[in-house]
C-alpha cells in the first residue's frame, strides 16, 4: 500500500539537504516530491547522499509557486510551529494517521519551509493544517532532511499499520484549486455586494468568512455547489 503523500520543498538551499531527503524518501517507499523555486544549482553533493536514491533526487519536480505544486491536493499540512487560529495542530504520528483514512479521497501534501526561515506567513495560511515535531525547547529547529526522514517514516509506520480498508469509499475531496475557486469567486461577490469595501490589504474578512469552509473540508461536489450558488448570487446582483 503507497499512500498517495506529497512531499513539498519551498526554496530549498542546500543540495546535501536533497540529497538526504531523497535517501529519506526512498527508504520509507516514497518518492512524490516537489522543489518550489530551490536555489540550489549544482547537485553533485546531493548525488554523494542519495545513496541508492537517485531515482528520487532525479524525479523530483519543479514548481513556481506553492499553488501549482498543490494544485490537486486534497489536504495539504504545512510543517510550522506557529499557532494560527482555525487550524489544527497535529503532531506528526496523527498527521500520518490521518493520511491513511484518506488515502482514498486524493493527494495529501505536507509542506517544509526552507532551511533558513521557513514557511511565510501567506504559505502558513494557505495549508489547511499545521504540524511540528515536539523538540526541547533549546534546540526547537530540525534540519530539513531530518524532518523529511521523520515524517516519510511516520507514513511508513502508518500504512504498515493500515489492516484493514475503510468499510466503504469516502466522498471524492475538493482539490486545492477547487477551494481556491470558491474562496475567488466569495471574495467577488462580497466586494461586489459591498460587504469587502472597506477592506484592508490582506482582505482578513474574507480570511476569516472562508476559514470555516476550508476546515470543514469540502467534498468536490459541496464545492461546486457553492460554485452554482455564489455564481447565481452574483448574476442576480
Not at 10 to 21: Q, S
Not at 72 to 99: I, N, Q
Request: glycine share 6%.
Amino acid at each position: 500500500m503507497v499512500l498517495p503523500v506529497r512531499f513539498v520543498l519551498m526554496r530549498p538551499r542546500n543540495a546535501e539537504n536533497l540529497g538526504a531527503a531523497a535517501r529519506a524518501l526512498k527508504n520509507c517507499g516514497l518518492s512524490d516530491w516537489v522543489w518550489v523555486t530551490p536555489e540550489v544549482e549544482d547537485l553533485t553533493p546531493a548525488r554523494r547522499l542519495a545513496v541508492h536514491a537517485e531515482d528520487v533526487l532525479d524525479g523530483a519536480r519543479r514548481a513556481d509557486t506553492l499553488e501549482e505544486a498543490i494544485s490537486d491536493c486534497v489536504w495539504v499540512v504545512g510543517t510550522s510551529s506557529r499557532k494560527v487560529e482555525g487550524k489544527r495542530r497535529l503532531a506528526p504520528r496523527a498527521v500520518a494517521e490521518e493520511w491513511v483514512s484518506r488515502s482514498t479521497q486524493g493527494t495529501v501534501a505536507v509542506v517544509f519551509g526552507d532551511e533558513r526561515s521557513g514557511l511565510t506567513n501567506a504559505e502558513v495560511e494557505r495549508c489547511h493544517d499545521l504540524s511540528a515535531v515536539p523538540t526541547a525547547p533549546e534546540q526547537p529547529s530540525i534540519n530539513l532532511a531530518q524532518a523529511v526522514l521523520l515524517y516519510a517514516y511516520e507514513v511508513r509506520v502508518a500504512t504498515l499499520g493500515a489492516h484493514a480498508p475503510p468499510p466503504g469509499p469516502l466522498p471524492v475531496a475538493a482539490t486545492d484549486t477547487e477551494l481556491a475557486q470558491v474562496e475567488s469567486t466569495l471574495e467577488g461577490v462580497l466586494t461586489a455586494g459591498g460587504f469587502l469595501i472597506d477592506e484592508q490589504p490582506g482582505r482578513t474578512g474574507l480570511r476569516d468568512l472562508f476559514a470555516p469552509l476550508r476546515r470543514s473540508r469540502l467534498t468536490r461536489k459541496e464545492a461546486r455547489l457553492w460554485l452554482a450558488a455564489l455564481h447565481t448570487l452574483r448574476k442576480r446582483g
